[in-house]
């Protein structure tokens, strides 16, 4: 059973009431340490590494609002990918949470809230959805991260590449999109390091 299997399928026996013995990390070695990004949402802060079964040397830790990844070129696919050639990250998981505050904040209301802070909107970016990474839908903003990360030739094709998402009520992940169970294209001819 490779690793985010066995974290999801743990993760689901340790939110019921009878809770789950700790998760035998040794058959999983080979995939640690895993790294995950997540939103800033401070209610996470209780959630991880534990909602994952991990310890906090297995686990690197990245984060932004909402869990966007705007392109396959941002700042952020920079830290995914050192994170894997530096510190040995060798899967990658995408993890957005229910009841997301940038799901939920309109552009007027952003604008607004930037104003409060002396910020006037002629400071801020003309295309504030893109800019900011305004979504609809938790899941889907899942899903893109996952495909704009699988797609930024900084990440190697040998990295598998996850989304879930967590319930903040109970701390349960979901499969969103099982990187084993995504084909990608092999590495190119003479690129051993991929």
């Known amino acids: ?15 019921t009431a009878d809770g789950a013995p700790p998760l035998d990390l040794d058959p999983f070695a080979e995939s640690l ?3 995950a990004l997540t939103c ?5 802060n209780a959630y991880f590494p534990n909602a994952l079964g991990l310890r906090a040397e297995q ?7 909402g869990n966007v990844v705007t392109d ?9 990918a050192l994170a894997c050639a530096l510190k040995g990250g060798r899967e990658i998981a995408i993890i957005g949470h229910t009841d997301c505050a940038v799901r939920k904040t ?8 930037f104003r409060a802070l ?8 003309d295309d504030l959805v893109s800019f900011f990474g305004s979504f609809a839908s938790e899941r889907q903003n899942v899903i893109k991260g996952v495909e704009n990360t699988r797609s930024s030739p900084l990440i190697g094709p040998r990295i598998p590449v996850h989304g879930l998402l967590l319930d903040v009520t109970t701390g349960r992940l ?12 092999p590495p190119l001819p003479g690129n051993a390091n991929q």
């Not at 985010?4 to 939110?15: F, K, M, R, S, Y």
């Not at 396959?72 to 995914?80: D, F």
């Not at 002396?118 to 970016?125: A, I, T």
């Open 1 to 15: 059973m490779p690793l985010l299997d066995a974290v999801v399928a743990w993760n689901h026996q340790a939110v």
């Open 40 to 44: 800033i949402d401070p209610r996470l």
């Open 174 to 185: 979901e499969w969103v999109v099982n990187g084993y169970n995504t084909s990608y294209p």
């Open 106 to 113: 309109g552009m007027a209301e952003l604008t607004d809230r």
């Open 72 to 80: 396959s070129a941002s700042g952020l696919l920079r830290s995914l």
């Open 33 to 35: 340490p895993l790294v």
């Open 59 to 65: 686990f690197i830790w990245l984060r932004n609002a």
């Open 118 to 125: 002396g910020v006037p909107r002629e400071n801020l970016p």
